[in-house]
């Protein structure tokens, strides 16, 4: 019998129990370096019970002003994602190999990177110095970070839509608007609507510490409740914060039921 | 209208050659089959065709009638996935056909000249589709996309279709159905090239046919002439 060389499998993901072994050898060498090991960060956890204590019962009197702070942070991150929305699409669509060379895409891709890195937070700050203490500032925040972060997952989205439908419009040369347009942009638009959902919850959970540094809504309290060690009063913003994330999640999800499909 | 492709060369990022010294010609009014195997270069010969891939020697030249070349040859192509967009309507599909003659602003924005509307509706009618013009593509069977695709090359005025492995996926009832739909068009005026691997087919629905093997064609003629069993042995 003759002698085969066998051509080498496709490469896997390494998610072997060796590379699983580095992997928690390299954490615990972490937690180590930062002091988790330490007996007196242990014999701190005691506090623990003694905190949560303090937080309970959740004190009712600002429940009124948290759910009006609270309103104003989805208002923030509503406004901060649909400015995000009606920016990333077309910045997403000149990020697009499949439809720009490299000499547009790479200085752009570049561009959101950029943006992205910043968090919002920081954004948030940038804006409070720019246009002042308030929720305006928030909504500018929300929506330069949700820019670059909305414009990459859309700019990858529609880098994965059909080649051949793209081909049979060029074979037609309807032109780069129209194969936007009746092509990558319907393809693409369960993605689109899928993303932007995402993305405003997310900024409904980011919105709420965007009041730490002054941007307006629930954060203002959150900063306030702890600084005046209130515990009481911050689990009460923290149950107002769960109940509103929580009813988004599912009008949202009742959104994705009626638009996309399974 | 005939495309003609004149000793074409072709070959991706490696330096075998997948299109070697093509000669072939393809007619409006005419249906050609194209034969050969997986990897022959049946596809890449199409996007030649289609001017989606450029030759790396020889050329692709469309002339009418009387041997003029045309700038701006009416060509449709149809690939192997189809090309329908799923989420658009079979409408706003058959429409991206009259997009080049239609007012761009408007076109855009979804609005198009009432005669082109009035004049997809007659072509989606003359195919079968007049009753899912409103349902989105991706809701459409295998075959409805197949006429939906050919409606929009109508649409576009193409007189010559390009349609990459266009029955493969089809049953055979159903490839039946969309082979009579371009006899029809045929006697309309409207050329195809379809690329298949099915000889079967030549016979009844083919006018010219050639074989593809290893990116030559090794044999090439009128359907009629050429006896399956010559095809099988060439492929």
Known sequence: ????????????????????????????ALLFRFGAFDPSVISRLGNLPAFVAEMLPPDPRPMPTLVLSMLETVMIAFAGTTIAVAFSVPLALLSTRSLFGPQV?????????????????????????????????????????????????????FDAVDREVLEVARVMRVGKLAEMRYVVIP??????????????????????????????????YILSYIQDL???????????????????????????????PD | MQLRLEDVWFSYRNPVDVLRGVNIAFSSGEVTMVLGRSGSGKTTLLKVAAGLLKPKRGRVVAVDDSGVELSDPRIGYIPQGIGVVGNMTVLENVLLGAFDRSPKAWALLGRFPREEVERAEEVLELLGLGDVVWKRARELSGGQKQRVAIARSLMHGSELVLADEFVSQLDPLTTIEVLELVRKLRS?????????????????????????????????????SIAPEDLVRAL
Do not use: C
Not at chain 1, 7 to 26: K, N
Not at chain 1, 106 to 133: C, D, N, Y
Not at chain 1, 139 to 152: D, H, P, Q
Not at chain 2, 194 to 205: A, E, G, Q, S
């Open chain 1, 105 to 157: 895409t790479v200085p752009l891709r570049f561009l959101l990177s950029a943006i992205r890195t910043v968090p919002a937070i920081i954004w948030a700050l940038i804006f409070v110095v720019t246009v002042g203490f308030g929720p305006l500032a928030g909504v500018l925040g929300t929506a330069m970070y949700s820019t670059g972060y909305l414009s990459k997952l859309l700019y990858e989205a």
């Open chain 1, 1 to 28: 019998m003759r002698a085969r060389t066998l051509p080498r499998p496709p490469q896997r993901p390494p998610f072997g129990l060796l590379t699983q072994l580095l992997l928690a050898l390299i954490t615990l």
């Open chain 2, 188 to 224: 309309r005026g409207v050329g195809f090239a379809i690329t298949t691997h099915d000889v079967h087919l030549v016979p009844r629905y083919a006018d010219r046919v050639a074989v593809l093997r290893e990116g030559r064609v090794v044999l090439e003629g009128e359907a009629g």
């Open chain 1, 187 to 220: 393809e693409a638009a369960n993605y689109i609507l899928s993303q932007s959902l995402f993305m405003f919850e997310y900024n409904v959970r980011a919105s709420a510490i965007l009041g730490l540094v002054g941007a307006g809504g629930i954060g203002f």
């Open chain 1, 230 to 260: 209130d515990y009481r009063s911050l689990s009460t913003a923290l149950l107002v914060l769960l109940a509103f994330v929580l009813g988004i999640d599912f009008v949202s999800s009742r959104v994705r039921r009626k638009f996309l």
